[in-house]
C-alpha cells in the first residue's frame, strides 16, 4: 500500500512539475495542456492506464490464483515471472520494427486484442469452457508479456506523433511533456489496479475480475482500429499537400508508410514558375477541401 501512495504522489507530482514546460510551436498555444486535451492523446492516454493497471492488477494476484489452480508455491511461481520477462524483453525490439513498418495504433490496437484474450483464457469465466493446465498457464503469460511489450511501446511514438501534428516541435521541451503525459497516466494505473481490482476480486471472484479487464482491452482494441480505419478513410478521400514542416516528422513516426504528393520542380522552370505553381496548387487544394491541413484533415478539426 505504501508502494502504491508513492506512485500516486509520483503521478500527480510530475503533472505538476511538467504543467508549465514548453516546447517551441508557432503559435502562443504551445503549453501541456492543449496536447494532453487533443482526442487521440485522450485514447492513449485510457489505454496506458488500462494497460498499467491490468498488469499490476495481473503482478499482485497471479501468484495467489496458481496457488489456487496447482498448489504452487512462490518459487515454483517465480518461473512464470522469468519466462514472461524474457518474452517481453525478445519482442520488445520486434514491435519497434512492427511501428516502424505500420504504425503506432496499429501496434496498440492488435496487441489490445492479444491481451483481452489473455484475460479472458487465462480466467477463464463460467461461459468459456477451458480447464487450464500448467503448459498453457505458461503458454498465455508469455503470450500476454509479448503483447503487453508491444501495447507499451507504442505509448510514446503516437503521442510524439500527435505532438508534432499540432505544432510542437520536436525538441526536450515537447519530449518532456510526453514523458510527463506517459509516467503520469501509467503510475496512476498502477495504483488503480490493485485498488479498484481488489474489491472486485473479492466480490466476483478472480476468473470474472479478469474477464472485465479482458473487456476493456479489447474495447481499447476496437477503438484504436476504428481510428485507423478512420484516417485511412480521410486519406484515400482528400488530396493535399504538407503545408507544415513538423508534419513530415509526425508522418514518419506514426505512418511510415504513408506517402503524401509533392511538387517535384523541372530545374528547368524559373524561380517565378515554381512559385506560381505551388500558389496553383495550394488555391486548388484549399477550394476542393475547404481547409489546409498538416498531416490529416481530422488533426485540424480536433
Given at each position: ?34 496536447l ?31 496457488h ?23 519482442t ?52 500476454y ?6 501495447a ?49 476480486q ?61 511538387i ?39
Amino acid at each position: 500500500m505504501s508502494m502504491g501512495g508513492l506512485l500516486m504522489i509520483f503521478a500527480f507530482g510530475s503533472l505538476f512539475v511538467m504543467k508549465d514546460l514548453q516546447g517551441t510551436m508557432p503559435s502562443s498555444a504551445g503549453s501541456y495542456f492543449p496536447l494532453v486535451l487533443r482526442p487521440k492523446v485522450i485514447m492513449t492516454m485510457f489505454h496506458t492506464l488500462v494497460a498499467s493497471a491490468g498488469f499490476r492488477f495481473l503482478e499482485t494476484y497471479q501468484t495467489l490464483d496458481l496457488h489456487d489452480k496447482y498448489g504452487w508455491a512462490a518459487n515454483q511461481s517465480a518461473w512464470v515471472y522469468a519466462a514472461s520477462a524474457l518474452s517481453f524483453v525478445l519482442t520488445l525490439f520486434i514491435w519497434v520494427k512492427v511501428q516502424h513498418w505500420t504504425s503506432p495504433a496499429i501496434v496498440i490496437s492488435i496487441c489490445s486484442f492479444g491481451i483481452g484474450i489473455h484475460y479472458a483464457m487465462t480466467g477463464p469465466p463460467p461461459f468459456i469452457p477451458l480447464i487450464t493446465k500448467p503448459w498453457m498457464t505458461y503458454l498465455f503469460y508469455v503470450l500476454y508479456t509479448a503483447f503487453y511489450s508491444g501495447a507499451i511501446t507504442a505509448i510514446v511514438p503516437d503521442v510524439h506523433g500527435q505532438a508534432l501534428v499540432s505544432g510542437y516541435s520536436d525538441d526536450y521541451g515537447t519530449n518532456g511533456i510526453i514523458s510527463a503525459i506517459f509516467h503520469a497516466t501509467f503510475d496512476m494505473g498502477c495504483v488503480l489496479g490493485p485498488a479498484l481490482g481488489s474489491p472486485m476480486q473479492k466480490e466476483l471472484g478472480y476468473a470474472w475480475t479478469v474477464f472485465i479487464w479482458a473487456s476493456c482491452n479489447i474495447f481499447i482494441g476496437i477503438l484504436f482500429i476504428g481510428r485507423v480505419i478512420y484516417e485511412g478513410i480521410l486519406r484515400n478521400h482528400t488530396s493535399g499537400f504538407e503545408v507544415l514542416e513538423n508534419s513530415e516528422k509526425a508522418r514518419r513516426t506514426s505512418f511510415p508508410l504513408v506517402e503524401w504528393p509533392r511538387i517535384k520542380p523541372s530545374s528547368k522552370q524559373s524561380q517565378s514558375e515554381r512559385t506560381h505553381l505551388t500558389e496553383e496548387t495550394n488555391k486548388k487544394s484549399t477550394s476542393n477541401n475547404s481547409f489546409a491541413y498538416s498531416r490529416f484533415p481530422s488533426d485540424v478539426n480536433e
